[in-house]
């Protein structure tokens, strides 16, 4: 017995998250999307994964490419978390047009990104996502505090003192 979608997606809206978006380039071309499902998963060795709409152009371009990259997005990038949501598509169809990226193998680093650059090591298809397993190649730690994404919403990060 499953819980009702409407408690689900309600309950989801709670859970903070930061803002993701993964590139990737390579056989099937450079693209990028906006993605609210990312964690590490193991340290031993270095993999994370990232969940992925199955039907999107984002999931396959990975699946052909073999490779991504994660962004996590500094806290004043609302207007990249946006383009690459497609908030500008109709305006703008390159999601990359005017930002100084860095190039991997893996895919693009967006500017100030704390990036996971992966090679796929599985991907596991679920319901309407596909579960995208990747063995870390390469870490590029920017330092920046993240953008956040709840209840509709983009939030920053602020330090509670402890008492």
Not at 79 to 95: E, I, L, P, T, Y
Not at 121 to 134: K, N, V, W
Request: some cysteine; overall charge negative; aromatic content about 6%.
């Amino acid at each position: 017995m499953s819980a009702a979608r409407d408690a689900f997606i309600a309950a989801m809206r709670q859970v903070a998250a930061t803002v993701t978006v993964v590139t990737t380039d390579g056989p099937a071309g450079r693209m990028g999307a906006t993605v609210s499902a990312f964690t590490s998963l193991s340290a031993d060795p270095p993999s994370v994964l990232v969940c992925l709409k199955d039907d999107s152009r984002i999931a396959r371009a990975v699946a052909e490419n073999g490779v991504f990259c994660v962004n996590i997005l500094p806290e004043d990038a609302v207007d990249m978390a946006r383009a690459f949501a497609g908030a500008f598509d109709d305006v703008r169809a390159d999601r990359f047009e005017g930002l100084e990226v860095t190039a991997t193998e893996a895919g693009p680093i967006l500017p100030r990104a704390t990036a996971f650059a992966c090679t796929v090591q599985e991907m596991i298809r679920h319901s309407t996502h596909a579960i995208c397993i990747g063995a870390v190649t390469g870490i590029s730690n920017a330092g920046e505090a993240p953008l956040t994404y709840m209840r509709g919403a983009f939030h920053v990060v602020r330090p509670r003192p402890l008492i």
